[in-house]
């Protein structure tokens, strides 16, 4: 049996008048620190205690930063929760700091190397994936009983290629499809369609009468080509064929011939997919996605910041790191758009955040709505304490590049760096976007706990806490807890990151979300009317 740790907590600046406590099952009232502190109430762990008198009306600080203002006067010793506690005002996006830090440029990281699948477009895949596309909702039954017989009968054949994927959804037809923002969710399916795992093969199952079109969805020149195998036409005017199984085409006569078109077609995918071999690549050729969900207060002070060193490093390789989550990040624009490398970037920054307002105040939604049950169970106030502890999964490199939704970095001309990619918070609509932005390595933070995975790439779990750890020791990755109790450092974490990342990428080794095959479905994000 362990012995029970010593009463902990953890400030993030001297100048916080809040702590969190460390300790499993938190700690009851009477618990004394070695700093003499003395709880007043039972504080559940990773909830904040009082370190000084606040009166009624005082700031509460953490991260330095105003995180609320006192509801009643609170003692020294206090738990401090989000019902004690008035959310402060949104900053404005006027007068912001613009490319105003300048971080001294940190020496190149050089030597590191995964194997990954090279792509005619210079992208480079760390899987190697059918993805059958699919035009609209209505053809998914079709094409999943589909895949089911491939993955059973043909994808045995073809022992190079790691799996074959529906990119099933909701979109495609009782939309108004005309509409200005109806351009993000035909974006997103676009470009995930492309996504470097799937080594430019593109594949689509149309029902036939759609809103959304196959050549609407691939326009000439969208896809890539990959060899004499699949161009339409020959000399000045080759041009990729698309490939596309109709369901309404006279020459289906019943369920099966659907079935047998949509196997015989992969089935040619399959063969070129089979002939790609991993090859050694700079680790520079990772584009990598930083998610947090199911956050609690060790978010910020543990998974997070270990993200945010690996983000450096991967920086420092010439890699590309993504993160995102608009409403998750906007409570601290200042932060970024100081960190812009150019005054046009943090413009770019000021605009998404502007669009998403103005998308926000359509529904009337105001800022509570995000946090969760759950964020503030795991001792989360409001979403101002809660970006504080997200944006720090971005490190300290400067911000390069943004990408609106449903935007690819590569076709933005966007090939290294840490780039701000404009997404909804929601974990699986974010996910979506950033397949979409072209990562092929994703990592997912939780404190709370989630069993999210993608099928389309792999997500590396990094749990924030050691109770989670040990309890999901089948579905976390990493155990980033060890940063609370002094057992590993920051750096410590963020190194085994890095070298995890590149075993992962390599295929050497699966995340726990592959081995049991746990995949979130794909949700577009459409801000277009529903007819």
């Not at 064929?241 to 995918?269: N, P, T």
């Amino acid at each position: 049996m362990s012995t029970p740790r010593a009463p902990l907590y953890i400030t993030m600046d001297e100048r916080d008048n809040v702590a969190i406590v460390v300790n499993d099952g938190g700690l009851p009232a009477g618990t004394v620190f070695p700093s003499g502190l003395t709880l007043v109430d039972k504080v559940p762990q990773a909830h904040k205690v009082a370190l000084v008198d606040i009166p009624l009306g005082g700031e509460v600080r953490r991260y330095n930063v105003v995180i609320g203002y006192a509801l009643k006067d609170l003692k020294v010793g206090t738990w401090v929760h989000e019902r004690l506690l008035k959310m402060p005002a949104a900053r404005e996006l006027v007068g912001l700091p613009i490319a105003t830090v300048k971080p001294e440029p940190q020496p190149p990281l050089e030597g590191y190397t995964f194997e990954g699948y090279r792509n005619l477009d210079g992208s480079v895949g760390t899987r190697n994936i059918l993805a059958i596309t699919q035009t609209v909702q209505c053809v998914a039954g079709v094409t999943d009983f589909a895949v089911t017989r491939i993955k059973a009968e043909l994808l045995p054949k073809y022992p190079n290629v790691d799996d074959v994927v529906a990119l099933e959804h909701t979109y495609g037809c009782g939309v108004a499809i005309d509409a200005p923002d109806a351009i993000i969710p035909i974006r997103t399916l676009r470009n995930i369609s492309l996504n470097p795992n799937f080594g430019g093969e593109v594949m689509l199952v149309s029902l036939g009468c759609e809103k959304l079109q196959p050549e609407r969805l691939m326009p000439p020149g969208t896809i890539p080509l990959i060899d004499e195998r699949n161009v339409a036409d020959v000399g000045d005017s080759a041009s990729p064929k698309l490939d596309v199984v109709c369901l309404q085409d006279d020459a289906h006569v019943g369920f099966m011939s659907m079935v047998d078109a949509i196997m015989r077609q992969a089935e040619e995918h399959l063969e070129r997919l089979n002939d790609r071999r991993r090859e050694t690549v700079p680790a520079s050729e990772l584009v990598v996605g930083v998610q947090c969900g199911g956050s609690d207060a060790f978010s910020g002070v543990t998974a997070n910041p270990a993200v945010g060193f690996c983000t450096d490093l991967l920086v420092r390789a010439g890699a590309t790191v993504m993160f995102s989550e608009v409403t998750e990040v906007r409570d601290g624009i200042d932060q970024l758009t100081s960190r812009a490398s150019t005054p046009e970037v943090a413009e770019a920054m000021i605009r998404e955040m502007a669009w998403y307002d103005a998308y926000l105040e359509k529904g009337r939604v105001d800022r509570s709505a995000n946090t969760t049950p759950g964020n503030k169970k795991g001792g989360l106030s409001n979403i101002g304490e809660k970006a504080m502890g997200s944006i720090v999964k971005s490190g300290t490199s400067p911000i390069s590049g943004v990408l609106a939704p449903g935007e690819s970095a590569r076709q933005k001309g966007i090939t290294s760096g840490l780039i701000y990619a404009a997404t909804p918070a929601s974990d699986f609509i974010c996910g979506t976007l950033q397949l979409a932005a072209g990562i092929n390595l994703h990592v997912f933070t939780t404190g709370r706990g989630t069993p999210y995975g993608l099928a389309e790439v792999p997500v590396i779990k990094v749990a924030t806490r050691e109770d989670l750890a040990r309890r999901w020791h089948d579905l976390m990755d990493i155990n980033a807890g060890t940063i609370a109790t002094g057992e590993k450092t920051i750096a410590d974490v963020g190194w085994e990151m890095f070298e995890l990342m590149l075993d992962v990428a390599s295929g050497r080794k699966k995340t726990w979300a592959e081995h049991w095959k746990l995949h979130n479905a794909l949700v577009l994000f459409n801000p277009a009317p529903v007819t």
